[in-house]
């Protein structure tokens, strides 16, 4: 028997869910929590194998929850099922050790599926998960390769070195013989090049790509 805890902050929801799944001789629903004080305390009474458990919990993000479940009971297995399609979303709650991720429009099939899947000691994405992630996974490998293929100007080489060195614009106007508002315009050229925010993510991705060394 497959012991399933609800985690849903809408309970017109968990009461649909909880409805269908009761229909399945090998699934029990032990019952629906709609925050995180409810999730540990249900976890804490009795042994349950698999959390269904949504992103957002109103004032918790499931994603802490689902962290706090996989450190607290690694027996306990945790599904995400949640409206977020983003692939952030995706990739934290299986950083935090979900074992599966289904969007709130699967159907009543799959759900059954990716529960039994999971039960069975596997993972489980759906088909619109997977291709979201292999998405972002493609934009990634783009944007690196964008960045391996980076070319500076003579003068950007030099502002990049000094920066790294830790020299301010002021000091690297002087050394250069450059106003401050040049060295600025350089500084600006090379974060867009490099597509970082800042100066330390300016350094970080420079020595990954071997343009420091």
């Not at 090998?26 to 629906?32: L, N, Q, R, T, W």
């Not at 995400?80 to 952030?88: F, V």
Request: charged share 25%; net charge neutral; glycine share 8%.
């Amino acid at each position: 028997m497959i012991k399933v805890l609800l985690a849903d902050d809408h309970k017109m929801f968990t009461e649909g869910i909880a409805s269908f799944l009761s229909q399945e001789s090998d699934i029990e629903v032990v019952g629906s929590c709609q925050d995180g004080a409810q999730v540990w305390s249900a976890l804490q009474e009795s042994s349950i194998d698999i959390v269904l458990l949504d992103i957002n919990m109103g004032k918790e993000s499931g994603l802490d929850i689902c962290k706090h479940i996989v450190e607290g009971f690694p027996k306990t297995k945790v599904l995400a099922i949640s409206m977020y399609s983003e692939e952030s979303f995706i990739r934290k709650m299986f950083k935090n050790g979900a074992s599966g991720y289904l969007l709130k429009n699967t159907g009543r099939e799959e759900l059954l599926k990716a529960i039994r899947t999971i039960f069975g000691g596997n993972t489980y994405q759906s088909a619109e998960v997977m291709e979201i992630v292999l998405k972002g996974m493609n934009r990634q490998k783009q944007q690196e390769g964008n960045i391996y293929n980076v070319r500076f100007s003579r003068r950007e080489k030099e502002v990049l070195d000094l920066i790294a060195k830790g020299l301010t614009t002021k000091d690297i106007a002087k050394q250069l013989f450059i106003s401050e508002k040049t060295v600025e315009t350089h500084r600006s050229n090379l974060l867009a090049k490099l597509n970082v925010h800042n100066v330390a993510s300016l350094i970080k991705v420079a020595v990954q790509y071997g343009y420091l060394s």
